[in-house]
């Protein structure tokens, strides 16, 4: 809310939002306010989230995530586009009469960027339900993932989506360097200590544990243990010189057909100096390359 009062063109999203964890009423209401107060900029990552002890916290089976989740997106946007007074009678939210307000200014509704990594489950959904998809492209399993966005574009078309219409995204740990050594030191490291603390966090999560259980067997197929050479070689990475990091993006559009990159920049505790020396160096120099394109 902040930055749509400082801002007048940029975009405004979440990365994403937790459905299970929230009442989708509230969720619903604060986002199209946010729609409102930013004249249409606002644009909706959702997902289910991957720590146990938050579910712990709020006192909601892990179990009842997916259903949740589901259930929670379908109120959300029967909220943004109903007309009038709505009931609603799922298994864990019941409305009757209720009337909706504000409504959001984009029209259906804001675009909304459903989370999909390591279960097939999430790209069939994603695509029978006609959302925009967004994956982590610094999963160690960069085949499957290609997969399930094949799976999805597959869902979107026999689903009477036109796949064309929908964005595919993923996330990536951005670092623009001076020199790919350079980019290495501050910000690879860093990358490194982020992942670590990722598969700390996915250890203690059984839910997102069985998701990820089948790849996290497979010998060195976690983080933890990798080095920023093999990672580097996987790319799963986009750390790098300006040079290199073009060359990463065209390939990611190449193999994983997608259309929209989310950059992470300030993990593992990056010092704020380096994100922004980084940030000045993708606007002025990687930027410039797809900028013209539609």
């Given amino acids: 809310m902040a930055a749509a009062a400082r801002t007048k063109r940029i975009k405004l999203g979440t990365g994403v939002s937790l459905i299970p964890l929230n009442h989708p009423l509230r969720l619903a209401e604060e986002y199209a306010m946010l729609d409102v107060l930013s004249e249409g900029r606002l644009e909706y990552g959702i ?36 007309d009038g007074p709505f009931s609603f009678n799922g298994k864990f ?47 160690p399993f960069p085949e499957r993932i290609r997969e399930g966005i094949k799976l999805y574009r597959q869902t ?39 992942f670590k603390f990722f598969d700390a966090l996915d250890a203690r999560s059984p839910h997102t544990a069985k998701a990820f259980a089948r790849y996290q067997r497979r010998p060195g197929s976690g983080f933890t243990g990798r080095s920023y050479e ?32 989310i950059l992470e920049v300030a993990q593992g505790g ?19 390359k797809f900028s013209a394109r539609q």
């Fill in 47 to 82: 997902g289910r989230g991957f720590l146990n002890y938050s579910y712990q916290i709020f006192g909601i089976d892990p179990e009842q995530s997916l259903e949740r989740y589901q259930e929670g997106t379908e109120l959300i946007i029967k909220a943004w586009t109903s």
């Fill in 93 to 139: 939210w019941k409305l009757e009469d209720y009337s909706f307000f504000p409504k959001p200014v984009q029209k259906p509704h804001p675009p909304i960027y459903a989370s999909a990594v390591a279960t097939s489950e999430s790209y069939i959904w994603a695509g029978r339900t006609g959302l925009h998809l967004s994956s982590g492209f610094f999963a």
């Fill in 156 to 194: 979107l078309r026999e689903s009477g989506y036109d796949p064309a219409t929908r964005d595919v995204s993923g996330v990536f740990q951005m670092y623009c360097g001076d020199s790919n050594e350079e980019a290495r030191q501050h910000g690879g490291v860093y990358a490194l200590e982020y």
């Fill in 230 to 261: 093999e990672m580097d070689d996987m790319h799963l990475l986009l750390i790098g010189d300006p040079d290199k990091l073009i060359e990463h993006i065209r390939w990611a559009e190449e193999y994983y057909g997608a259309n929209y990159l």
């Fill in 270 to 288: 990056e010092p704020h100096e380096y994100v922004v020396r980084s940030l000045e160096r993708f606007a002025k120099y990687v930027m410039p």
